[in-house]
Structure formats: C-alpha cells, structure tokens
C-alpha cells in the first residue's frame, strides 16, 4: 500500500517562497511519475506540476517559471520549490503518485498573504 506524506506548507507574504516536500512509501517510487495538485477554497483541484520517473517535467501555465519539480529516488521524495508566491497560489498541496494519479497524499494547506 502506498503511503504518501506531504509536509512544508505555511504562511508566507507574496513573493516570498516554500518548498514542499512528499515521501512516499510502499512502492517502487523511481518506477511512478509523481505529481503536485492543489485545491483553492470553492475550486476544483487542479494539477500544477509533474515528473516522470525519467525526469521529464511539465507545469501549469500559471506557475511556469515560478515553480520546480524535482525528486530524490534514494530519499523516495519529491519536491515542489515555489517561489515569487502569489495569493492566488494559495490551498491544499497534494501530492499524487501515477499519471494518472492513482494514490493521494492528505495535502499541505500553502497560504500566501497580500
């Protein structure tokens, strides 16, 4: 069973920066492309960012050249360094293992003041 554990979400002032951790457990993590989701108060969840198990990356539109996706397969994690945070960056992080996803995270609340 694939356990999947987010951790380093908070507050933080717009254009100021975080970096979101996901261990995952319980699989052959360097085999599965990961993901990072999030959820806005009242929105649907949408993806943000997303890495293969070769590395390849893709991102949404509005956090291009803003936010990175990386991952450690010794450590079985994988990161999202988000910086120039804007309040619209704001919500639930998840992370997500598969494309399609198909194991979720409990999600990391990110809050980005004014």
């Known amino acids: 069973q694939v356990q999947l554990v987010e951790s380093g979400g908070g507050l933080v002032q717009a254009g100021g920066s975080l970096r979101l951790s996901c261990a995952a457990s319980?699989?052959?993590?360097?085999?599965?492309?990961m993901g990072w989701y999030r959820q806005a108060p009242g929105k649907q969840r949408e993806l943000v960012a997303t890495?293969?198990?070769?590395?390849?990356?893709s991102y949404a539109d509005s956090v291009k050249g803003r936010f990175t996706i990386s991952r450690d397969n010794a450590k079985n994690t994988v990161y999202l360094e988000m910086n120039s945070l804007k309040p619209e960056d704001t919500g639930v992080y998840y992370c997500?293992?598969?494309?399609?996803?198909?194991?979720w995270g409990q999600g990391t609340q990110v809050t980005v003041s004014s």
């Open positions: 997500a293992r598969g494309l399609p996803p198909n194991s």
């Open positions: 890495i293969t198990n070769g590395g390849f990356t």
């Open positions: 319980g699989s052959i993590f360097r085999a599965n492309a």
